[in-house]
């Protein structure tokens, strides 16, 4: 579907045009700017992710953006559809829509990126529509934000992702590690004088990666959270090693390895999304897990890595976080950052009829358990 609006702002000598289509693979890099250039982005709506996920078992993805009449990206939406019953689906934007927040033409920009999700969804059969923005760390933007989506549809029951978290600041300082607490600080010292190593990949080492995967693995049978495929990985790292955009941190002692972290970066910012370690208790005194954020940070640092969002952190005594987090969340706290709360997730109900049936439904399979 095309939109068009005039808003009577123009944009440098271009009439401000608004346009609304969905993505070719020729808009790729031109998407990959406009996300990089946002403070409130992450690799969630980096082109790399659809593409990853495309090949895995029940999803597919597709892109829409708006540009304005000079052909510049205004804004964009990476959307996730998933087949439900009936013939049905349910549609999601993890951290998006984007579009950009401070400009002239934001409301219409968001206006017309809502109007075509909404579109978009009707054509897929779609249920339930969820969009998950990102804060931004600035209280009153982000106030508005909330507003403006819970006005569109309203808050859902669950967050898909993880409300609050923490962002590291990489650039203070002449070391990351430095700012971390003093408990932390000693744990990434033991590691040291244990002969612990680590190795920083940004190629996409397959061998790297198998290491990292069947740590993962182990960490998510034992944790109980589900983990994305060693396929997904390995599309996602090919094309973010690509663009330099691709760090997994390995810590191993004497070949055998202990702990790992991948954190992908988009723009200047990095995110802390897989991390996983061995619970072997003779090598659990090696301190994989200190030694691997330790250099995961400095590489990042020495590419000119601004943040490192730590992707998921409860705060102590945060009641509207679940207390499950505590355990995780005490381990990252311990590398410092400044807390950022995200506006969460909403729902945009495009089919009244069949989103009962499916509260119903959800509600029986409740009364069963």
Known sequence: STVTATTGEPAVGVAMTLVLREATDADRADWGAFVASRPEADVLQAWPWGEAGNDEPGEHWSRLLVADGGGHIRGVAQVLTRSTSFGRTVQYVPHGPLWDRQGTDAAEVLARLLTGLKTHARERRCIVLKLDPRGSGNSAGDTAVERIFASAGEPA??????????????????????????????????????????????????????????????????????????????????????????????????????????????????????????????????????????????????????????????EPDDETVDPAWEGFSVFKRRFGGVPLRHPGTFDLVIDPTWSRIRDWRERLRGLGR
């Open 157 to 314: 029951a669950h967050d898909l992702q993880a409300p609050t978290t923490r962002i590291i600041d990489l650039q203070a300082g002449d070391d990351p590690v430095a700012g971390w607490g003093k408990d932390a600080r000693a744990e990434a010292r033991r590691a040291e004088r244990e002969g612990t190593t680590v190795t920083v990949d940004r190629d996409g080492d397959p061998d790297v990666l198998d290491a990292f995967h069947e740590l993962l693995t182990a960490t998510a049978e034992r944790q109980g959270f589900r983990i994305r495929t060693r396929d997904f990985l390995s599309r996602l790292a090919a094309p973010m090693a690509a663009s330099g955009d691709w760090f997994l941190a390995l810590a191993e002692h004497d070949g055998t390895p202990l702990a790992g972290a991948i954190a992908p970066r988009t723009g200047d910012r990095a995110f802390y999304l897989y991390a996983a370690s061995t619970r072997d208790k003779e090598l659990a005194r090696k301190r994989g897990p200190y030694a691997a954020m330790a250099e995961l940070q400095r590489a990042l640092r020495e590419t000119g890595t601004a943040t490192l969002d730590l992707w998921g952190v409860r």
